[in-house]
């Protein structure tokens, strides 16, 4: 038989996380202050984060140490399992190599704990017993409840109502694991309570609920805030999953020639792909091919504008310098949640900009058709954001297929779809459809771009 | 760090099952020919089964070689984690070594597709198309649906009406993997017409599904059956599970003192402890304990007849030695639907009529309890069924604790619960209660065993 799967000793679990920073050829646009237009500091961070995650944040430092405290919890399912897709290859009929490590056998089913149990112990070692985070499909909030579990935190998480009302399998996780899920707008703030008295059926949003989980987090001192993806620490600690897939490619004797995920804030694709793209940057591996894929809804990177924006819709966060299609876009409803973001993760924005990584968009329709095939050759029913990737990698391995070339063709997996099954179920009813690029709703969006003080005269800004 | 993970590599999947019947110390009563009272002979079962499954119903052979096609199949998922369950003992302040052995990262996430992919390729080899099965909440239509998938087999589950309006998760998974799922009873069986025109609203039961799946299997010379629990056959696919967990405990350093699992019709228990009761059979393990956990609401092994019974409900199967609640015996709606079975694997009630298995029942409310102590710690949220298991693990390591005891207890931990969260729900939200045994519901139904012709002059029967 042909080795199908590659795996690590939990003694191979990397005990350091991958800090790109000091490897970038140029330096990351700072985070802004958007009442100065400075660059922020730590003391304006603290009252949402530790002061351990603020400095991983701006760390110089290439190697960061994980705490055996994390690496104990990370035992729990890593190190996971690199797989070569021979049972795809075959179907495709194509002479292209395809690994994909999988990040499905986490407890909360994705990569997402890679970070919320970092986080969670970050804030406890620093004395916080509480955490707000806000989720919108409920991925994250799930994987930091599970954290919250692991060292005794106390999560809150504020999830958009319409996806409380109309998937609560994922509340019900959250609520496994003893956290707090509270539909939002809630009466709990009093972004929440305006908007309620404003409007008692308001359905809600990503950019509302992040507001209620940062005005709660900000009033009380027991309490933090915490992000799922796109800051710099979160992509750090995803990092994790990277040099245990560069270990388990040299375990397969094989150099990845193109590496493929999905971005929605970027973190599940960046923890991979970071520890490649450094060889890409020192020269070793100068044709390596990384290609992020994004949704044709939220196209930033093949679409937007590389600008300061707000992290959030609401405008509540510092300055992030991105491509973005502006704060105030909400993209359709498709059913990869962990996908509808308006930014990108700045690190891989940086990366785009200077040509180290590539980008394209996929249609909704064609990402079900390819996690279709994927389930009915390797097994795994994928969540609808990793059927993006998986579209991807299947074009590149018919590529090689019409062109007669075997190259070896890395995915990245983020999680599995079993609490996803509604949207199979509307895929092969025929009730799917795509959405086009909204070009209109982004151009009103991005004419409301914040503006960055003193930017005209520093030359910066878009 | 202590260790909390052992895994095996990809080559060493267990090349061959291991067959428990050439090592019963008493032979196993034999399957009998509800008309006739005598065995049933391997063409009296061909209409149903591949002639290689029937062969391995009655093998005398201890080893039974698994083939390549399959073996490449398992290395999808398999060789499974055992893992040190090290949070739970911590927060159980016990002195005991909680082991658990998960097979919730199969494809479907639960050990059933151990069996189904060995059945379809079975199928497969004798040149049969299409296989029917029944499911109930869907946990076995969809290992069977993913095992169509592997070999190119067309599958096509009746699913209980009920559960097919009710809980839709289980059927889309069907779906994607190919599968064709109808609800019964349905219009595609003269079983399913005739109720249909009596009662166009019935809710259906597994009795009736299985009617349907057996008479399309009969009336089509391209079509067999399939079942997913209980005989030979199947149990014996299941013992790659515990071939896999005897190296595990090795590499562990320990030998457990008490083996757990929950059980239904025992399939996923028996796979990881035959390969165990063998060392008690032999002697060399004389104090092992084996404990098989069933629900209250139908407590087969604890409260049933130790008779010979239909294996359905509608009484279409040849009769079965095995304790039984009656065939007619339809148990309360508990949510771990695969516990729901009047009867057991004749394998089990065998031995634990011979003493060399212990049996005990389990309250709805601390299986979940339970559940929910073990993604507290472990990260795991498991399935309902599960939990039972989960239930007696905790209470044995408590009287560890109790005792200052520290005995090896081996979980058998069979599937994750991210299809299952509205029973957590349900749960936790205090609409769950426990069923006490039905004693005057299982009177009726034993009260209308099938007669076993000429079993009163051979001393047979109850």
Redesign the interface.
């Known amino acids: 038989?042909e080795?199908?799967?590659f795996?690590l000793?939990?003694k191979e679990i990397p005990d350091h996380w991958y800090n790109i920073l000091p490897d970038l050829p140029e330096p990351l646009p700072p985070v802004l202050h958007p009442g100065t237009g400075e660059p922020v500091t730590p003391d304006d961070l603290a009252p949402l984060f530790p002061m351990a995650l603020i400095m991983q944040e701006f760390s110089p430092e290439r190697y960061i140490e994980i705490p055996?405290e994390i690496?104990?919890?990370y035992?729990?399912?890593r190190p996971t399992t690199l797989?070569r897709a021979?049972?795809l290859e075959k179907a495709l009929d194509t002479p292209a190599r395809i690994f994909y490590k999988y990040e499905g056998?986490?407890?909360p089913?994705s990569h997402k704990p890679n970070t919320a149990v970092a986080q969670a112990y970050y804030n406890k070692m620093e004395g916080i017993e509480r955490i707000t985070t806000e989720t919108g499909a409920g991925q994250w909030g799930s994987a930091l409840a599970?954290g919250g579990?692991?060292f005794g935190v106390e999560i809150k998480v504020y999830m958009v109502r319409i996806s409380y009302d109309q998937k609560?399998?994922r509340r019900?996780?959250m609520?496994?694991?003893?956290a707090k899920c509270v539909p939002s707008p809630s009466p709990d703030t009093k972004v929440g309570r305006d908007i309620l008295a404003d409007d008692p059926e308001c359905t809600g949003s990503l950019g509302i609920a992040i507001s209620e989980a940062v005005e709660e987090a900000v009033s009380r001192d027991d309490t933090h805030y915490s992000l799922g993806s796109v800051l710099n620490h979160v992509l750090l600690h995803q990092t994790v999953n990277g040099l245990e897939t560069k270990k388990l490619m040299e375990k397969a004797g094989f150099y990845p020639d193109i590496i493929v995920g999905c971005v929605g804030g970027g973190s599940n694709f960046a923890g991979l792909f970071l520890p490649f793209v450094k060889d890409k940057i020192d020269g070793t591996r100068p044709d390596l091919r990384i290609i992020n894929v994004e949704p044709f809804a939220a196209p930033s990177l093949t679409k937007g504008l590389y600008a300061y924006d707000f992290g959030d819709e609401a405008g509540l966060t510092p300055l992030l310098k991105m491509y973005t299609l502006g704060h105030g876009f909400i993209p359709a409803p498709i059913h990869a949640g962990g996908l509808r973001y308006h930014g990108m993760a700045p690190i891989i924005c940086h990366l785009h900009k200077l040509g180290l990584v590539e980008a394209r968009a996929e249609h909704q329709l064609g990402t079900f058709k390819a996690g279709?095939t994927f389930?009915?050759?390797?097994?795994?029913?994928s969540a609808p954001e990793t059927n993006h990737a998986i579209r991807a990698t299947i074009d590149e391995a018919l590529k090689c297929r019409e062109e007669g070339v075997a190259r070896t063709i890395l995915l990245a997996h983020s999680g599995?779809g079993?609490?996803d099954?509604?949207a199979?179920?509307d895929y092969?009813a025929g009730k799917l459809h795509n959405y086009e690029y909204p070009a209109e709703k982004v151009k009103e969006a991005l004419a409301h771009l914040p503006k960055v003080p003193g930017a005209e005269e520093k030359g910066e800004g878009r």
Do not use: N
Not at 175 to 178: A, I, N, P, Q, R
Not at 375 to 381: C, K, V
């Open positions: 038989m080795r199908t799967k795996i000793d939990e055996e690496r104990e919890v035992q729990l399912w797989f021979h049972r056998t986490s407890p089913g599970f579990a692991c609560p399998y019900v996780m609520e496994t694991w003893g279709i389930a009915r050759t390797e097994g795994i029913i599995h079993h609490v099954m509604a199979y179920d092969l």
